[in-house]
């Protein structure tokens, strides 16, 4: 069956992508032929896919002539809705998080879009999902722009000093130098946001903390904003002493990946019980990202894929 549609004015080269990149994707997923001459796409496919390729190419121009660009990360997410019969008339995969002197922070996909309505809305969100879906880079870039619109004073950052195979007390130094190479993802993103040298100032006057678990018993932290990272390694009572650090004006994420648990007891995970008592908490916020999410090297997905079979 063939389809044609009309592209207008809009430039083919981003519908394409370079090198065809974005239309050989479309037609090895489908197992369809699509051509361009002059303004006109054809598409000929077999009965069963034909309106959902046409369907999902509509959209792929839509989202094309609003964006002036158009990834595989978007046709991807495109072809995940449409294929779960999801209603894409108001889809919009694009929200600015952040403007750096690097460029623009955005979500790529329609769980990070998900994620960043979420926050937007709750003062306490969980982001649950494998390793490159951009939990904790995403997170840093909520976290930086709530501080430069004022909505917070501080940003404070943590995770739990655990880690797979490793025994911190035979490492060097003190615990905050033992956990340090630990923090390393939160350090690298604000670097990446704010810089290195606005990075010293704020961490110098407090207005960044990069801190140990360990180190936030008995604090209550107001006007900040707060990510707990790593969160599979909390145990029942880490998480519970979290949670309850939150004081006013303040928001908290949660970022956790079950898959890559290290805790030497996997019942004792207050991840998974702040999963199942918390569901349904007004106020709290639950965003599953997917292997679909992963904005790394495009093996690290299949490498997922893979793993979870």
Partial sequence: MIKEINIGDLDPSI?????????????????????????????SS???????????????????????????????????LF????????????QTIL????????????????????????????????AGTGKTYLSVAFAVAAYKSKSVKKIVLTRPAVESGERLGFLPGDLKEKIDPYLAPLYDALEDMVGIENLKKMLSNKIVEIVPLAYM?????????????????CSKIQMKMFLTRIGKNSK??????????DLYNKNDSGLTEAENKLNSVPGIGFVNLKNS???????????LDAYSN
């Fill in 15 to 43: 519908l394409f992508g370079a090198g065809d990149k974005n239309i050989e994707y479309i037609q090895d997923f489908f197992h369809c032929k699509i051509t361009l001459r002059n303004s006109i796409v054809t598409i």
């Fill in 46 to 80: 077999n009965n069963e896919n034909n309106k959902l390729i046409s369907s999902i190419f509509e959209e792929m121009i839509k989202v094309s002539d609003r964006k002036k660009n158009l990834t595989l990360i978007d046709i991807k997410s495109i072809i995940e």
């Fill in 83 to 94: 294929e779960s019969n999801e209603d894409v008339s108001s889809l919009s995969i694009e």
């Fill in 99 to 130: 403007n750096t002197t690097k460029g623009k922070i955005i979500t790529k996909t329609i769980d990070q879009k998900n994620f960043y309505d979420l926050v937007q809305k709750e003062d306490l969100v969980f982001a649950l999902g494998p």
């Fill in 217 to 233: 018993r008995g604090r209550t932290l107001n006007d900040a904003f707060i990510i707990l990272d790593e969160a599979q390694n």
């Fill in 252 to 261: 908290a994420i949660i970022n956790g990946d079950s898959s890559q648990m």
């Fill in 293 to 303: 999410d992963v904005g790394r090297h495009s093996l690290v997905k299949k490498i």
